[in-house]
């Protein structure tokens, strides 16, 4: 009985599965069918398009539509203006000997920071060489005095087995 229910159940599942599957594909699949069903309709049944009827008003040039975009020299402009009136004055070669006048005070400003940055550069090399210089030394003598340890060392072991030898000979067994 129980296995009975169980295979109506697993049975039952897989309907809804299936059920879920097949809606799942028609909603996603669905409207771009119907689109391109109702499509093919309408080129079969439809006769020729009737041509539009457009009274539009003839096509007119930037110039006819704004009149003062073509004079772009406006003679009054900045009249008035004492600042504006000298500089429109000047001649072209004293616009260019102040754009490289501007141009050379620019260039003196970039050098001036780049030497001082350079000179910053150079000091804090020379530090750092100092530092170095003092890592080098310490570690130097931290070799030589380990060194010596060493040394000092194998001398204390050979001392060491010598007289643990001599103390066997004379009877010391040790520990």
């Known amino acids: 009985m129980r296995t009975e229910m169980n295979r109506r159940s697993v049975t039952c599942f897989r309907c809804c599965l299936v059920i879920f599957a097949v809606v799942s594909a028609l909603f996603v699949s669905g409207p ?3 689109f391109k069903f109702k499509k093919s309709l ?3 049944g439809a006769s020729a398009c009737v041509p539009c009827v457009c009274d539009c008003a003839p096509a007119q040039s930037l110039f006819q539509i704004v009149p003062g975009l073509a ?3 406006i003679t009054d ?4 203006d004492p600042d504006v009136k000298e500089e429109m004055e000047k001649h072209v070669v004293d616009l ?3 754009e ?3 141009q050379e005070i ?3 400003e970039h050098t001036q920071h780049m030497n001082v940055t350079l000179g910053e550069a150079k000091r804090l090399a020379s530090q750092y060489q100092g530092e170095a210089e003092k890592c080098i030394i310490a570690t130097q003598t931290c070799e030589g005095v380990r060194e010596r340890t060493e040394a000092l060392i194998t001398k204390e072991k050979k001392l060491t087995s010598m007289w643990e ?3 066997r000979q004379l009877g010391w067994e040790g520990e």
């Not at 402009?77 to 008035?80: A, R, T, V, Y």
Request: contains cysteine; proline residues 0%; aromatic residues 8%.
């Open 96 to 98: 260019l000997s102040e």
């Open 106 to 108: 620019i260039g003196e």
């Open 100 to 102: 490289l006048k501007l």
């Open 77 to 80: 402009c900045g009249k008035d």
């Open 165 to 167: 030898l001599r103390a």
């Open 32 to 34: 771009a069918l119907f």
């Open 42 to 44: 309408k080129w079969k």
């Open 71 to 73: 004079n772009l020299t």
